[in-house]
């Protein structure tokens, strides 16, 4: 299908903020969501934001959503080693059930 | 709840082999989905069931690729004949929640296929 697009790496230190972009494809999407990768796992919904939200802020982790510009991002605060991980950005499309996945972002932390 | 389960966690196979992969979802989930992760591609949906009925199989990327649900505990991969590209992670997620597409994933079947 169309591409959900992230960048494939980020490297920061520990402590500081980190914050990971998505631009995805389809408007109509009722939900956008970040999910989580650790090494060996599957993924594991982080948070999502309902589409006719601009910003959602749960704990160490702020989402904001740029409708106009079909651009999502996950802001972590505080990072942590265990932090480290890949994030997927996700959406679907005509707010059915089917999810359509991004590239993936590998989150490196560095101590 | 144990969460989705997938068997097996590792298979390694010889091109030309059968290869079934299963997935138990999470009991009182009405969907279930087969992903497929390589580096190359990321993470592609396959196919996906309601209700023990396939939906949507335009991701099965070609004939010897067949999937079934024939209750709404049990869903099976199978791959006849396998091949070197078909090596991949292959993931079963399951959803019923109040957020539509909030998936459930099992832990994966990393497949080798020699």
């Known amino acids: 299908g169309e591409d959900v697009e992230q960048s494939l790496f980020l490297s920061v230190r520990e402590g500081d903020s980190s914050v990971i972009n998505c631009t995805y494809t389809d408007s109509s999407s009722t939900y956008l969501y970040w999910y989580k990768q650790e090494p060996g796992a599957g993924l594991q919904l982080l948070t999502y934001i309902f589409s006719n939200m601009d910003m959602k802020q749960d704990q160490r982790l702020t989402v904001l959503l740029n409708k106009k510009d079909k651009h999502l991002s996950l802001r972590i605060a505080d990072t942590q080693t265990g932090d480290s991980a890949i994030y997927f950005c996700a959406e679907n499309p005509g707010g059915y059930q089917k999810v359509t996945f991004g590239t993936g972002t590998k989150l490196q932390v560095i101590p | ?114």
């Open chain 2, 1 to 114: 709840d144990a969460g989705v389960i997938q068997s097996p966690r590792h298979e390694v196979t010889e091109m030309g082999q059968e290869v079934t992969l299963r997935c138990k979802p999470i009991s009182g989930h009405d969907y279930l989905f087969w992903y497929r992760q390589t580096m190359m591609r990321g993470l592609e949906l396959l196919i996906y069931f309601n209700n023990n009925v396939p939906i949507d199989d335009s991701g099965m990327p070609e004939d010897r690729f067949s999937a079934k649900m024939p209750n709404a505990s049990f869903s099976t991969l199978k791959i006849q004949p396998s091949e070197p590209r078909d090596s991949a992670v292959y993931f079963c997620a399951s959803s019923s929640g109040p957020l539509d597409g909030e998936l459930f994933f099992g832990e994966g079947s990393r497949l080798t296929v020699l």
